[in-house]
């Protein structure tokens, strides 16, 4: 969840609060008026997160002036956001080719983009800061740092940045998307809602103000409801693919698996290119380790990563982790590590190409992960543990916890915690107390202890998150299980005096 934010961090958050900005004091450098009607056009797409239309306003203003430096950078951005990465190392080295063409504040700006380009967010930072320096009651300076402060998760002046540029322009609708997730991540979760509301007041037509509530609902546990928000997204843009994959995750989480097979035969069908299906085919491999289908989940991993130009070309993502951990999740230590050492061949490069990364929190999360489970399936339990701890508390947004608290918990448990194991399970229910995988956990660690009352009331409550699941959902069946296992022997213990008395 919430890829939608991590996109536009990654592939140019700050510069879409800039374009946004810009939109209303016009100053860009271009000698076509039509260009610049175009560019216009493509930032208000890019607001909306309708990146395909913009990527098409961006095309013609470019097309129009070729010394557009500014759009230039944008188009870079929407092709990065679309999966066009070829292009978009074009476009980047067009913008910046044209930079000495451009006033000093658009300088300044597509300074910043050349650092988040090449994955330089310290250096980025600080231009980011100097350019407020130079501009200080500038909206696009605030919108700036505030976008910088969001991907360092400096999440308080994040959200003072984002209120300060409220003051100066009360119908920044953007402003109030970011100071929704803020307010998640802080753990103000009405507060969250609240700003998302006044999101949906100033753009109720656009797709994104509905999916970003979504978002937050699907992360409290409000499952029907985040799918009725998905829903509204996508019938306003049935292009809007965040919100068929939103809403995936959603139907995920309540065990529908026709629904997310359904949303993910959408995603594929209509996927813009190869690197953008084989994001999805990582995320429907994810959907099959949920329900219990590792073996065609595997399938799937291996695909994507046969087929992932990336890997080769020093870049870094998702499947091989996705693989590792269900080779863990099988116990298979052999092949586990044969992936870690692929995934550490595939960072090697990476950081030799870019050696800022070495330091990037995605980077120290996945060694502590990667640590972590090759101790635990080599017995080394009390280092397993430390390293899931590490792991654990190198993610910052509390949605992003709850699966890697699952996994220590278990640790925990088997080194003989079994409290503190609850306790991390815990606070995930206080996050999302429909979190089903979270209840059935603390349901076995329950009944590992002998309390049977918690242990039903817990697996009572997941099967009420799974109400309507599939039929075959392995999980639930499993559940229902055990709970008819629970229910004879109940039924069992209250014979047993009777039949003594005989």
């Known amino acids: 969840m919430f890829r939608k934010i991590a996109l536009v961090i990654f592939l140019g958050m700050t510069a879409l609060a800039v374009v946004v900005a810009l939109k209303s004091d016009r100053r860009v450098t271009t000698n076509s008026q039509e260009a610049y009607e175009h560019y216009l056009a493509g930032v208000d797409f890019y607001e909306k997160f309708y990146l395909r239309d913009a990527v098409n306003e961006f095309e013609k203003a470019v097309a129009l002036d070729s010394n557009f430096a500014m759009a230039q950078g944008e188009l870079a951005m929407a092709y990065y956001s679309r999966g066009f990465h070829k292009k978009g190392k074009e476009m980047q080295e067009l913008a910046i080719k044209n930079r000495p063409n451009v006033t000093p504040r658009e300088q300044m700006i597509i300074d910043v983009w050349e650092q988040q380009w090449s994955s330089n967010s310290d250096s980025a930072f600080v231009l980011a800061r100097k350019l407020a320096e130079a501009y200080p009651n500038d909206l696009k300076a605030l919108a700036i740092v505030a976008g910088m402060e969001f991907s360092q998760d400096n999440w308080e002046q994040a959200l003072q940045y984002y209120q300060q540029a409220l003051r100066i322009q009360p119908d920044f ?40 509530r979504g978002e937050i ?51 594929l069908k209509d996927s813009p290119n190869e690197l953008k299906r084989l994001s999805y085919l990582t995320d429907y491999a994810q959907s099959l380790t949920y329900r219990d289908n ?26 091989p982790v996705v693989l590792g951990l269900i080779y863990y999740r099988q116990r298979d230590a052999a092949a586990m590590n044969q992936v870690w050492d692929s995934c550490r061949v595939y960072m090697a490069r990476s950081i ?3 050696p800022e990364l070495k330091d990037a929190p995605t980077y120290e999360r996945w060694n502590a992960l990667m640590e972590a489970t090759s101790a635990d399936l080599a017995g080394d339990l009390d280092r397993s543990e430390a390293q899931f701890a590490e792991s654990l508390g190198k993610l910052s947004r509390p949605n992003d916890k709850i699966y890697y608290r699952l996994y220590y918990a278990d640790v925990l448990n088997r080194n003989n915690k079994s409290n503190l194991a609850i306790s991390e399970l815990q606070k995930n229910l206080s996050i999302n107390p429909n979190h089903a995988p979270t209840l059935r956990r603390l349901a076995d660690i329950y009944d590992e202890q002998g309390d049977k009352a918690s242990a039903q009331a817990y697996r009572e409550k997941a099967a009420e998150v799974w109400k309507n699941a599939d039929p075959d959902f392995k999980p639930m069946l499993e559940l229902r299980e055990k709970l008819n296992q629970m229910v004879t022997a109940q039924k069992g213990n209250r014979k047993s005096p009777g039949l003594a008395s005989n």
């Open 352 to 354: 030799g190409k870019n």
């Open 217 to 267: 609902l699907h992360a409290t546990g409000r499952y029907e409801d985040a799918i009725a928000a998905f829903r509204q997204a996508f019938n306003i843009n049935p292009e809007f693919d965040f919100a068929v994959t939103h809403m995936a995750a959603s139907y995920l989480e309540m065990g529908q698996m026709s629904q997310v097979d359904y949303c993910y035969q959408i995603l």
């Open 294 to 319: 590792l073996d065609s989940a595997i399938s799937v991993c291996h695909y994507v990563i046969e087929n992932d130009p990336q890997l080769d070309e020093g870049g870094v993502t998702a499947a």
């Open 173 to 212: 609708a953007p402003a109030y998307n970011m100071l929704g997730y803020l307010n998640f991540y802080l753990g103000r979760y009405d507060d969250a809602l609240d700003m998302l509301d006044k999101y949906l007041e100033y753009a109720r037509d656009q797709a994104n103000p509905h999916d970003s």
